[in-house]
């Protein structure tokens, strides 16, 4: 990248890709005084900021005058993975067929296919794959195409991504899968998916805690329902609780009750020597904590 400062027609021809101002743009580039990939500071070109500003006219021009897609900006996108995650199909379709490299990643990893999965932009998504994108390519942190679309609760991607190979039971570098990441965010209908794809119900993240632990510890009951025909672990998890310990600690009372139901036991001490009653009761959650000591009292008398 050139250290000279920005001319005053660099200036112009950026703002006029930014703003989709293609009578502007035009007269510039037709002016001679600029180069079409001319960069600010930033590595930004009038082809990125066209793509990423949605202003399909402008970025035609730009490429019909030579500007290239290649071109990165300093964190590593381009034009395709701005495009991508504005959800601009016809921009994406364009910079493909104007050999935009599809699997370009951004220095933190983050290529056009993640982006466009974060952002829900299915036909996008499509496209991409299509063109070659690879549907298992990861972060810096080993978050997958799947795993963002498990989190942000895109149930359409995440199923087209499943038939196209993505690998459904991948691990982030803290051991989160894409099933734990949907159970925490409380999307039972992406954790029902997964299940059904033949994930592993006890994977757990490096602190031990399960998907079941963390939809528990969230209160999400209809997340905890879909795990439960799984058989999950009910017992301690490697991080010295059960899910009841972590639904009886915020004092969810219909999550407690699933768990009693499912096989749960009330009489299981943690780490702390502590009982779900007797940590619902240090917390203040009366309800709970009679719930359980009830539940306590049921199987004693049996």
């Not at 500007?67 to 921009?91: C, N, S």
């Not at 990861?138 to 989190?151: S, V």
């Not at 609760?153 to 991504?161: A, D, E, R, T």
């Not at 989160?176 to 039972?188: E, N, R, S, V, Y």
Request: contains cysteine.
């Amino acid at each position: 990248m050139s250290s000279k400062k920005e001319s005053l027609s660099d200036a112009q021809l950026h703002l006029a890709a930014m703003n989709g101002d293609l009578l502007l743009l035009t007269r510039i580039l037709d002016s001679g005084k600029v180069h079409v990939d001319c960069k600010d500071k930033d590595g930004t070109t009038p082809l990125i900021l066209a793509s990423a500003n949605g202003h399909y006219e402008c970025v035609k021009e730009l490429l019909e005058q030579g500007a290239d897609p290649t071109l990165k900006r300093v964190t590593g996108t381009t034009a395709l993975f701005f495009a991508a995650q504005g959800g601009f199909l016809d921009i994406v379709q364009i910079l493909l067929d104007n050999n935009a490299p599809v699997n370009t990643s951004s220095v933190d990893g983050g290529s056009p296919l993640f982006v466009a999965c974060q952002c829900g932009h299915m036909d996008v998504v499509k496209e991409l794959v299509e063109k070659g994108a690879k549907v298992n390519t990861h972060m810096k942190d080993k978050a997958t195409p799947l795993f963002i679309a498990a989190q942000n609760g895109h149930y359409k991607i995440l199923v087209y991504l499943l038939a196209q190979g993505a690998e459904a039971d991948s691990r982030r570098t803290d051991g989160a899968t894409p099933l734990w990441i949907a159970a925490q965010m409380g999307h039972d209908h992406i954790v029902a998916q997964l299940l059904k794809s033949g994930v592993r119900v006890d994977a757990a993240r490096h602190d031990g805690a399960t998907a079941l632990f963390k939809a528990a510890h969230k209160g999400h009951s209809a997340v905890v329902s879909e795990l439960l025909r799984y058989k999950p672990s009910l017992g301690l998890l490697s991080n010295g609780e059960s899910a009841l310990h972590a639904a009886a600690l915020f004092g969810h009372l219909s999550v407690c009750k699933q768990l009693i139901a499912a096989g749960a036991d009330p009489l299981l001490s943690n780490q702390d020597n502590l009982t779900p009653s007797k940590l619902a009761a240090d917390h203040k959650h009366n309800i709970v904590s009679d719930y359980l000591k009830n539940c306590v009292n049921r199987t004693s008398n049996k």
